[in-house]
T-cell receptor, first 113, second 115 residues
Framework: DGGITQSPKYLFRKEGQNVTLSCEQNLNHDAMYWYRQDPGQGLRLIYYSQIVNDFQKGDIAEGYSVSREKKESFPLTVTSAQKNPTAFYLC????????????FGPGTRLTVL | QKEVEQNSGPLSVPEGAIASLNCTYS??????FFWYRQYSGKSPELIMS????GDKEDGRFTAQLNKASQYVSLLIRDSQPSDSATYLC???????????????FGQGTILTVHP
């Protein structure tokens, strides 16, 4: 069963804690992305990675970190430096290429208590 | 000016009508255009992609692209209550430069189809 999986589906964090969101894909996609969505708003890009061991900051990278040690995996860490982390986090992936399409995982809803 | 701007909603249409969703973009070198549907509490689902000027039809959905006017639209014919969702327009420069082919999204338009 191919696709993009994210875990956990819901995550609760106390202020001052770091948390790591998992994203795995078995589509053999090259590029992977992390987005954040706040209520009533569009998606904002946090980080993206085109190949293993390489990643780039998106538009709102402050307070987040990522790694890309394997092609299938692109975990996102929300650090205590992120001032307003409560949001819906979406992972996406795509094959490299001009006409390729980007697909999303089911998302993780993070709430800071 | 926002990079990708969608018509303000919410948009409400009766069942069976045509719903028209509009999107303008500012980057003239954009080459790939996408429409995603997002149900409340769920992740976005790709419903249409378009790369060339003109119309592209898929079932009840038609995407229209006009690069000269920097405009892309989505028409939903015979709208159904199950089409009620937020529709997101996304634009991508293709490979080249430092963009890594990333998508830029509009803020979304909420569509409600009432029986």
């Amino acid at each position: 069963d191919g696709g993009i999986t994210q875990s956990p589906k819901y995550l609760f964090r106390k202020e001052g804690q770091n948390v790591t969101l998992s994203c795995e894909q078995n589509l053999n996609h090259d590029a992977m992305y992390w987005y954040r969505q706040d209520p009533g708003q569009g998606l904002r890009l946090i980080y993206y990675s085109q190949i293993v061991n390489d990643f780039q900051k998106g538009d709102i990278a402050e307070g987040y970190s990522v790694s890309r040690e394997k092609k299938e995996s692109f975990p996102l860490t929300v650090t205590s430096a992120q001032k307003n982390p409560t949001a819906f986090y979406l992972c996406a992936s795509r094959l490299e290429g001009i006409g390729s399409e980007q697909f999303f995982g089911p998302g993780t809803r993070l709430t800071v208590l | 000016q926002k990079e990708v701007e969608q018509n303000s909603g919410p948009l409400s249409v009766p069942e069976g009508a045509i719903a028209s969703l509009n999107c303008t973009y500012s980057d003239r070198v954009s080459q790939s255009f996408f429409w995603y549907r997002q149900y409340s509490g769920k992740s976005p689902e790709l419903i249409m992609s378009i790369y060339s000027n003109g119309d592209k039809e898929d079932g009840r959905f038609t995407a229209q692209l006009n690069k000269a006017s920097q405009y892309v639209s989505l028409l939903i014919r015979d709208s159904q209550p199950s089409d009620s969702a937020t529709y997101l327009c996304a634009v991508r420069r293709n490979a080249g430069g430092t963009s890594y082919g990333k998508l830029t999204f509009g803020q979304g338009t909420i569509l409600t189809v009432h029986p």
